[in-house]
């Protein structure tokens, strides 16, 4: 298996605001999406999604696929892009926290060895 970095212990994510009461959040590393009402919602919805995507390639079935798994190819480029621009306008340009789109990332769980 190989090693992981300490600057790879995140994972980088946006969530966008579809529609009212609709929220679609994405792990760009792993090519994820997961949905909920809330920002709050989708968010959490996509770490649990991560968590579990991870904890089985580490320990669960497809450990033997973990190098596979964990290296897999990212989201495609037009969802990279939005999250490079939503980054530079959250951090340039608007320090609103209830915005339609929020770049945020979620930590990889970590599984200690025995």
């Known amino acids: 298996m190989t090693t992981i970095r300490p600057t790879e212990l995140e994972v980088r994510c946006y969530a966008e605001r579809e ?6 959040a ?9 949905q909920g009402e809330t920002f709050e919602e989708a968010k959490r919805s996509l770490g649990a999604m991560v968590d579990d995507y991870v904890r ?6 497809d450990k033997p696929y973990a ?6 190819r990212q989201a495609p480029l037009r969802y990279w892009l939005k999250f490079w621009w939503f980054s530079l306008w959250r951090n ?10 929020r770049p945020f990332n979620s930590n990889l769980p970590l599984v200690l060895s025995h």
């Not at 994405?26 to 997961?34: G, Q």
């Not at 089985?56 to 079935?61: L, N, Q, T, V």
């Not at 190098?67 to 897999?72: A, E, K, M, T, V």
């Not at 340039?92 to 789109?101: D, V």
């Open 92 to 101: 340039t340009w608007s320090k609103r926290r209830n915005g339609m789109h």
């Open 19 to 24: 529609a009212p009461g609709l929220w679609i």
């Open 26 to 34: 994405i792990c760009l590393d792993f090519d994820l999406a997961a």
């Open 56 to 61: 089985d390639a580490w320990e669960g079935e």
């Open 67 to 72: 190098d596979h798994f964990l290296n897999r």
